[in-house]
């Protein structure tokens, strides 16, 4: 059964640092995806970066970015530049197998600190 | 833009009640999910669907029940809701596709206190 493994429950970074967001995984897939969202203490889940196991490239959104070390099987989301709205919960994802629902990780808090 | 609306947001009700939360989507999904998910903590997922007339209990055991009558539309009942079942609920859909980009698009949540 697919795994995500988030070892860092939380994590603080000055303000306009840049910060490394671990993540694991654990898949029988040979063809998968990776997500990352962003959730606010509003509640709301934010999908923030996407990862296909064929991309040749990290992917980059933005201030985000994947670091992605497909034999190490893991998907480590940078921030780059932290703001103070960035302090927030960070969930990584990877679907059950096929078509199944998104498996989330057991999140890390991140907070910004001025 | 994410198109996925839950109601209500918030929602404090006593021992023995019987609520429904709603979930829409207007984005044609055929996949539906419910989460529940405790203040900081993880996300279960209790309930999904791959269409209409398609449901399947999630990872974690709920005294819940769900409907999908309509690709738009897939509630979650509680018949006789219990202090246990105070947490937050949050509604999902996603595109059915092979491979590739299927990222899920989230509802605001409902956050339910039993008292």
């Known amino acids: 059964a697919q795994k995500i493994t988030q070892t860092q429950p939380g994590m603080f970074v000055q303000e306009k640092e840049a910060v490394t967001l671990d993540c694991t995984y654990d898949?029988?897939?040979?063809?998968?995806?990776l997500f990352w969202y962003k959730q606010p203490s509003s509640g709301e889940m934010i999908f923030l970066i996407y990862q296909g196991s064929y991309d040749e490239q990290n992917a980059t959104e933005g201030r985000y970015s994947l670091n992605f070390q497909k034999a190490r099987k893991s998907a480590n989301l940078v921030i780059s530049a932290s703001q103070l709205g960035d302090s927030a919960m960070y969930f990584c994802a990877i679907p059950a197998s096929g078509n199944t629902p998104l498996v989330f990780g057991k999140g890390t808090r991140l907070s910004v600190i001025a | 833009e994410a198109d996925i609306y839950q109601t209500p947001r918030y929602l404090v009700i006593g021992t023995g009640k019987k609520i429904t939360l709603e979930c829409s989507q207007t984005m044609g999904h055929d996949k539906m999910y419910w989460y529940q998910q405790d203040p900081g903590m993880e996300l279960h997922l209790i309930h999904y669907s791959y269409g209409v007339n398609s449901t399947e209990k999630g990872d974690l055991s709920s005294e819940s029940t769900v409907s999908r009558i309509r690709t738009e539309h897939f509630p979650l009942t509680l018949e006789s809701a219990r202090p246990s079942h105070t947490s937050q609920y949050l509604c999902?859909?996603?595109?059915?596709?092979?491979?590739?980009?299927?990222?899920?698009?989230f509802g605001q949540g409902t956050r339910l206190t039993v008292v």
């Open positions: 898949t029988s897939d040979q063809s998968y995806g």
């Open positions: 999902a859909s996603s595109e059915l596709s092979i491979g590739g980009k299927r990222e899920a698009f």
